[in-house]
């Protein structure tokens, strides 16, 4: 089976939709970095530097996945490009390449949620008590 230019164009879309959900949730995230910072400066409560601790590690996690999220963007193009020249062989791997980061960027993206839920649960702790 051999691929040819709309192959790789098919996952723009995709790729796209991606990029802005996260960057969405990036522009969330800074939002409640402010919002926390202004909590904690009041009351250094033990939920608030929880919640701290959490968010710094969504953000890099959320860092990481539109990292590879662009990375697969940019070796799509890169392999339409090879497959313009006529460079065929190498365009497949590099579409490959492409595939493998978007497959990270998702997987990384999983891992978040399930952060994304701890940091819920411990926002939700304090009424436990």
Same mark, same amino acid.
């Given at each position: 089976?051999?691929?040819?230019?709309?192959?790789? =164009?098919?996952?723009?879309?995709?790729?796209?939709?991606?990029?802005?959900?996260?960057?969405? +949730?990036?522009?969330?995230? =800074?939002?409640?970095?402010?919002?926390?910072?202004?909590?904690? +400066?009041?009351?250094?409560?033990?939920?608030?530097? $929880?919640?701290?601790?959490?968010? +710094?590690?969504?953000?890099?996690?959320?860092?990481?996945?539109?990292?590879? &999220?662009? &990375?697969?963007?940019?070796?799509?193009?890169?392999?339409?490009?090879?497959?313009?020249?006529?460079?065929?062989?190498?365009?497949?791997?590099?579409? &490959?390449? $492409?595939?493998?980061?978007?497959?990270?960027?998702? &997987?990384?993206?999983?891992?978040?949620?399930?952060?994304?839920?701890?940091?819920?649960?411990?926002?939700?702790?304090?009424?436990?008590?």
């Amino acid at each position: 089976m051999e691929i040819d230019l709309t192959t790789p =164009a098919l996952l723009f879309s995709a790729i796209s939709l991606i990029m802005l959900a996260y960057t969405n +949730r990036f522009l969330s995230y =800074a939002q409640l970095v402010r919002t926390l910072k202004d909590q904690y +400066r009041e009351n250094h409560s033990a939920v608030t530097a $929880a919640q701290i601790i959490n968010l +710094r590690k969504r953000l890099y996690l959320t860092r990481a996945m539109q990292v590879t &999220g662009i &990375g697969s963007l940019l070796l799509c193009v890169v392999s339409m490009f090879l497959m313009y020249i006529q460079l065929y062989m190498v365009s497949v791997y590099i579409f &490959g390449l $492409a595939l493998i980061l978007l497959i990270i960027s998702l &997987g990384i993206s999983v891992r978040e949620i399930y952060i994304s839920v701890k940091a819920l649960e411990i926002h939700l702790s304090d009424m436990d008590s």
